[in-house]
C-alpha cells in the first residue's frame, strides 16, 4: 500500500487518525505498524506524537480551511465510525459482518454519501479498519448469562479463591486426532508444497487438562481405549491435587455431563479444598483451557507424519511438556474475551 504524509486524507478521517495512533502507541505498537495500517509514513506517526507531547492532545484536533466541503461531514464521520464498531446486525443487516459492498450501503442510504466501489477499500483502510477473521460464537449463547458471568459471578469466584488462598484453574478435555491441521509454509510460486501426513481416520488420544493464570498447568492423556468420563476427570482431579498439594484448588470448567455426574459431585462434597464452577453454556471464548489445544493442534503438531496412536501419543505428550515449560505462553491464554 502505497503511504503518504497524510495530507491527501480527509481532514476528520486524519484526526481520528492521529487519536487513534495515540492511543495505539501508549500500548506499544511499533510506529511502523501503524503507518501501514492508516497509508501514511512511519515519519507522519512520529510527528503526531510529537505534536501531542509538545502542545497537548488537543493540538491534534483538524482544523477548518476554506475549500470544497468534504465528502462526509464530521457529524456523518462519527456516527460512520459508532456503527461500524458494533455489529452488521446493529445497524439492520442479516449478520454480523461488515463487507465493502454493505459499508457502501450504509453510507449511501443511511448517511447520503455516495462512493464509487473501487475505493471502498481504500477508504476502509484510511477508517484504520483491517481484515479479520471473526471469532466464532455459538447462537445458542444466552447474552445475558455470559454478562452475568463477567460482571458478577467470576469476580465473586476469584474473590472467593483469594480468600481461601486457593488457586483458581479451568479445565478442558479434547481429543487429539492423528491427522494433523496443516499451516501454511514458505515456498516458491512454481512449486506445490506437499505435505505427507497420516490418512488414518478415526484414530486418536484425549487429553485433559488444566491452565492457571499464573502460568501453572497440569495434563494428563487418557488410556487405550478409554473415554472422557467422570471416572477419568475424577482421576484428573487427583493429579491436579497431587501436584499441588498444599493448595485449596477452584476448578472452572464447562457444563459437560462428565463434569456434573453424580460421582462428581459427591466427591466435591467430600473434598472441601476443591471447588467446581461451571462456566455459562456454549461459552468456550470464557474457557482459556481450551488455548492450549489449538496450540498443541495448529503449531506443535503442524504437518505432523506420525503413523499411529502410539507415535501420536509420544509426540503429544513432548508438545504438552514444551507448553508446560513455558508460562509465558500460558499466561497468555487469559486474555479476556471481548
Given at each position: 500500500m502505497t503511504t503518504n504524509d497524510g495530507r491527501t486524507i480527509p481532514h476528520e478521517v486524519l484526526e481520528h487518525f492521529r487519536f487513534a495512533a495515540l492511543k495505539l502507541r501508549k500500548k506499544g505498537v511499533a510506529a511502523s505498524d501503524i503507518a501501514t495500517s492508516f497509508g501514511v509514513l512511519p515519519q507522519t506517526i512520529y510527528n503526531w506524537t510529537s505534536k501531542a507531547k509538545r502542545r497537548g492532545v488537543s493540538s491534534l484536533r483538524a482544523t477548518k480551511t476554506d475549500g470544497a466541503p468534504p465528502a462526509i461531514t464530521e457529524e456523518k464521520f462519527k456516527t460512520l465510525i459508532a456503527t461500524l464498531r458494533k455489529s452488521a446486525t446493529k445497524a439492520g443487516y442479516a449478520t454480523d459482518l461488515w463487507s465493502g459492498p454493505r459499508v457502501r450501503h450504509f453510507l449511501k442510504h443511511q448517511l447520503g454519501v455516495i462512493y464509487h466501489p473501487k475505493y471502498m477499500s481504500r477508504?476502509?483502510?484510511?477508517?484504520?479498519?483491517?481484515?479479520?477473521?471473526p471469532e466464532r460464537r455459538?447462537?445458542?449463547?444466552?447474552?445475558?448469562?455470559?454478562?452475568?458471568w463477567k460482571r458478577k459471578r467470576l469476580p465473586e469466584i476469584l474473590a472467593?479463591?483469594?480468600?481461601?488462598?486457593a488457586l483458581v484453574f479451568y479445565a478442558?478435555?479434547?481429543?487429539?486426532?492423528?491427522?494433523?491441521?496443516?499451516?501454511?509454509?514458505w515456498t516458491f510460486p512454481d512449486i506445490k508444497p506437499i505435505a505427507r501426513v497420516s490418512g488414518r481416520r478415526g484414530q486418536h488420544v484425549g487429553v485433559t487438562g488444566a491452565v492457571n493464570s499464573g502460568g501453572r498447568t497440569c495434563f494428563e492423556m487418557t488410556r487405550d481405549g478409554e473415554r472422557f468420563t467422570a471416572e477419568v476427570f475424577l482421576r484428573f482431579v487427583r493429579k491436579l491435587r497431587a501436584e499441588y498439594p498444599k493448595r485449596g484448588m477452584t476448578l472452572i470448567v464447562d457444563g459437560a455431563s462428565v463434569h456434573k455426574a453424580k460421582l462428581v459431585k459427591e466427591y466435591v462434597a467430600k473434598n472441601k479444598w476443591l471447588r467446581l464452577e461451571l462456566l455459562p453454556a456454549y461459552s468456550p471464548e470464557w474457557n482459556p483451557s481450551e488455548k492450549p489445544w489449538g496450540y498443541v493442534k495448529g503449531k506443535a503438531r503442524n504437518g505432523s507424519q506420525s503413523r499411529n496412536v502410539e507415535e501420536l501419543r509420544k509426540e503429544t505428550k513432548k508438545s504438552l511438556r514444551r507448553l508446560s515449560g513455558n508460562p509465558k505462553l500460558i499466561k497468555s491464554f487469559f486474555t479476556p474475551p471481548t
Open positions: 477508504f476502509l483502510r484510511r477508517l484504520g479498519l483491517v481484515m479479520r477473521f455459538a447462537l445458542e449463547q444466552d447474552p445475558k448469562e455470559v454478562r452475568q472467593a479463591a483469594r480468600k481461601r488462598r478442558d478435555e479434547s481429543l487429539i486426532s492423528l491427522i494433523p491441521n496443516i499451516g501454511r509454509t
